[in-house]
């Protein structure tokens, strides 16, 4: 069963950048499409963004533009590039295939605040 590790969480301002790194214990080349995703706090998990294979992406509007997502088969490692982050962007990140099959991991908290 693969299994996923986040890092690179942490507290920003209003406007700051965080690059978050999931790593898989096994292969992801032979999933189709991986993902981020986020659950704010009372909220359900929502998916922000995706990358196939041969680096189709898919956004969510509410990070389209300011968000980055790329994958490294090689490495079996998935990474979201963060910029002008927003107070509604506290959340706890998480990454999986999609739709999600992995075992998920512990994710990686993201804080923007003033």
């Known amino acids: 069963q693969v299994r996923m590790v986040e890092s690179g969480g942490g507290s920003v301002q209003p406007g700051g950048s965080l690059r978050l790194s999931c790593a898989a214990s096994?292969?992801?080349?032979?999933?189709?499409?991986m993902g981020w995703y986020r659950q704010a706090p009372g909220k359900l998990r929502e998916l922000v963004a995706t990358f196939t294979r041969i680096g189709s992406t898919y956004y969510a509007d509410s990070v389209k533009g300011r968000f980055i997502i790329s994958r490294d088969n090689a490495k079996n490692t998935v990474y979201l590039q963060m910029n002008s982050l927003k107070p509604e962007d506290t959340a706890v990140y998480c990454c999986?295939?999609?739709?999600?099959?992995?075992?998920w991991g512990q994710g990686a908290l993201v804080t923007v605040s003033a």
């Open positions: 999986n295939c999609v739709p999600p099959i992995f075992e």
């Open positions: 096994g292969s992801i080349f032979g999933s189709n499409v």
